[in-house]
């Protein structure tokens, strides 16, 4: 019997949580190949963002036309993230992470990642446009690629007929790498086994007992999100099942748990976007880059849920105000946190900042972070796949998908 991606790609999901669940930290010889796996969808990311928004946005041949998909796709995107951070607190005042733990301090230092200075919005505005654009593709800087192929579709645009040549390049080249996306997908199956196993075995029950409520609170709220808002968004303006929605987007769901990162899992978004949600190229490869980037409706229910979590723990009363700059902070810090390492942690640095509660609590969850992170994650990539399909369906171009096994 011959099964399809997404039926392989859920036994070695379920495989590695059954292996790493038996074997603990000694499953770790297959990080290898979580390892091979994450390095194939990094080699293809750079290259496959450039040469489809490329010829996505020469492809539009109207510049008003691509900067109102643009205004679309920003209040979305911030649109969805503020409701994200009231669900999450939402959740955590009902669930209540913080109260009847017990948790010993000592020791226990704030990570590196949430010391770092925040950017500036002009100086995050500034660090888009690429010095060299050369540098920003072998460094991977997802922003300045994007600015970069904007610039070039444009310009394709309006330099007309002479331009031919070098748009049809870039369109040979994105088949190029739709290909070669389409043979790294077919090791997803082992590469998510190689990531996942090591990850359940190394975090045992006594790690996670403590703090499972936190846990518990995130992925309630994520899982409510998605089946709410990306679900109502896609029915009402993508004019589309959300079953069909949720099933199309699965298999980069999974790539996008296993891995904990919106921009590994990127090549496996677009690939599903196009092929199993029917949005055209010149949308998706424009949507979803900046969404990886940008979009952070996980991390929003994440900073909702931790900040209800810590202040709980230190008996801290929260106003309805200190609420509301935690939503306001988390919007506008989104955009401002976008591509930086460690974003989730330097938001929340940010947020507990702004309120004025104790930093040293972002300490207290900083060791079950990679488990947050997978769901949130996941949440991340299913919302840029959900406003591709939104803007797709206000835009009225849609692609007629072709049922696959």
């Known amino acids: 019997m011959k099964f399809n991606l997404v039926t392989q790609i859920f036994i070695a999901f379920v495989l590695a949580i059954i292996l790493g669940s038996i074997f ?46 643009g205004v679309k796709t920003i209040v979305y995107y911030l649109g969805t993230t503020a409701i994200a951070i009231i669900i999450g607190l939402a959740v955590a005042f009902a669930v209540s992470p913080g109260k009847g733990i017990t948790i010993s301090t000592d020791g226990l230092t704030i990570p590196e990642a949430a010391t770092q200075e925040p950017q500036s919005a002009i100086t995050t505005i500034l660090n888009i446009i690429p010095e060299n654009p050369f540098t920003a593709l072998a460094a991977g800087n997802i922003l300045q690629i994007i600015f970069f192929a904007l ?67 995130v992925y309630i709220a994520c899982i409510l999100h998605a089946a709410i808002v990306y679900s109502s968004a896609v029915k009402v303006w993508g004019k589309m099942s959300p079953i069909t929605f949720f099933k199309g987007i699965s298999p980069a769901a999974l790539v996008a748990f296993s891995t904990a990162s919106s921009a590994g899992t990127l090549p496996v978004t677009i690939k599903n976007t196009n092929e199993n949600l029917g949005v055209p190229n010149r949308i998706s490869s424009f949507v979803l880059p900046l969404g990886a980037t940008v979009n952070m409706d996980g991390t929003a229910i994440y900073q909702g849920v931790a900040v209800i979590f810590i202040a709980q723990f230190y008996n801290l009363n929260l ?28 938001m929340l640095a940010m947020v507990l900042t702004s309120v004025n509660m104790p930093l040293e609590g972002i300490a207290l969850i900083a060791g079950i972070d990679r488990i947050l992170d997978m769901m949130r994650t996941t949440v991340n990539i299913v919302g840029d796949a959900s406003a591709a399909v939104v803007v797709a369906g206000t835009e009225k171009d849609r692609i007629e998908v072709v049922p696959t096994d």
């Open 24 to 69: 603990g930290s000694s499953i770790d010889f297959l990080k290898p190949f979580g390892d091979l796996f994450l390095r194939l969808i990094k080699f293809i990311i750079a290259p496959l963002i450039l040469s489809t928004l490329v010829v996505g946005v020469a492809g539009t041949s109207d510049p008003k036309q691509l900067g109102k998909m």
């Open 151 to 217: 610039f070039i579709g444009l310009a394709i645009t309006f330099v007309g007929e002479k331009a031919r040549p070098v748009y049809r390049f870039f369109e040979g080249f994105a088949e190029v790498m739709y290909k070669i996306t389409g043979i790294v997908m077919k090791v997803a199956p082992l590469g998510i086994l190689g990531l996942l196993a090591p990850v359940v075995g190394q975090y045992g029950l006594s790690v996670l007992l403590p703090l499972v409520k936190v846990i518990v609170a």
């Open 319 to 346: 106003s309805f105000t200190q609420l509301l700059t935690v939503v306001l902070i988390t919007i506008l810090a989104s955009i401002g946190t976008a591509g930086v390492p460690g974003a989730g942690m330097i």
